[in-house]
């Protein structure tokens, strides 16, 4: 039988049988003499922020987008759920997270019994294309490095307006397409062209209006990209293998996809940004 585009997505970010990364996580834990009856979420900090910058950059864009106690928060594309505990935690919010990845979302929701977190944030499995969501719904829609796998950016961008209430905001951090450049594969969200859709920042911005919202915060933190990736390969160079780490979801592969990140930002091709737009009134 044929594979869809949503099977291939999810073998990619899932490539072996279900339970396994959760076990390889949980043997990370174990091998760094962390008690995984009693985790705390700083213990995952390696593997549950799976975006450039990790726990920094959702902090940033936290702050960026003002989040508080009083929003309902979707995390469109909430992976292992490092970001959406973080908000959770950290604000008081009450937090959905959807994810195209069915593992990915029964790790989240394990992750989050374990730090005690159940009570604030539910997963399920949907794709952001097609959020099982009414109108006027959510305070925030957050969204941090899924776009890259998404297509259909116009519809990616109003299903975000569809479910915001009228002032919401999008919180969106994302790599997008920088000189023009061809981009060097594998990335972590692609082994080559067939499941990339980077778009430029105009086209990008484009996008994001044209659903109907209005851009307030633009940053470019491509350098500040690079100087993560440089740093991260300098310290696995001194430190060898860590016990828990991305390469856990995504394999062998992961340290090529690593440098191709750092090379391709650094030469221009990728940039990465961080928007706030509002749906206004
Ligand atoms: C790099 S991970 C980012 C996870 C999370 N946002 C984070 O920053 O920790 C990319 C995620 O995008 C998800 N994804 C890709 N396309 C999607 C779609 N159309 N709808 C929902 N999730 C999608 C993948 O399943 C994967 O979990």
């Known amino acids: 039988m044929e594979t869809s585009f949503e099977e291939t997505i999810q073998q990619h970010w899932a490539p072996d049988p279900p339970g396994t990364i959760l076990s390889r996580i949980k043997q990370g834990l174990l091998e760094l003499g962390k008690d995984i009856d009693a985790l705390t979420q700083d213990d995952l900090l390696a593997v549950d922020e799976f975006h450039i910058r990790g726990r ?4 940033e864009l936290a702050t960026l987008a003002d989040v508080s106690n009083e929003d309902r928060v979707i995390d469109l594309g909430s992976g292992l759920g490092g970001p959406s505990r973080y908000l959770a935690s950290t604000t008081g919010c009450c937090v959905d ?3 195209l990845t069915a593992e990915y979302c029964a790790i989240a929701t394990e992750l989050a019994r374990r730090v005690g977190l159940a009570a604030n944030i539910n997963y399920q499995r949907a794709n952001a294309l097609e959020l099982p969501f009414g109108e006027d719904t959510f305070d925030l829609a957050w969204t941090q490095h899924i776009s890259m796998n998404i297509q259909d950016k116009a519809r990616f961008f109003s299903e975000m307006f569809r479910i915001l209430k009228v002032g919401g905001r999008a919180a969106i951090y994302d790599p997008i397409c920088g000189s023009g450049e061809p981009i060097r594969f594998p990335v972590p969200w692609a082994r080559d062209d067939s499941t990339n859709f980077l778009i430029d920042a105009n086209k ?6 044209k ?16 100087a993560w990736f440089e740093k991260n390969a300098k310290l696995a160079a001194e430190k060898g293998p860590q016990a828990l780490g991305l390469h856990l979801l995504l394999g062998s592969d992961w340290p090529v996809m690593a440098k191709n990140m750092a090379e391709n930002i650094a030469a221009g091709s990728i940039s990465v940004i961080q928007v706030v737009a509002r749906k206004g009134s």
Request: glycine share 6%.
């Open 204 to 209: 990008t911005r484009r996008h994001i209006e």
């Open 97 to 99: 997270g959807i994810d």
């Open 211 to 226: 659903a109907g919202f209005r851009i307030e915060k633009w940053h470019d933190v491509s350098e500040k990209s690079v």
């Open 56 to 59: 920094e950059a959702t902090t």
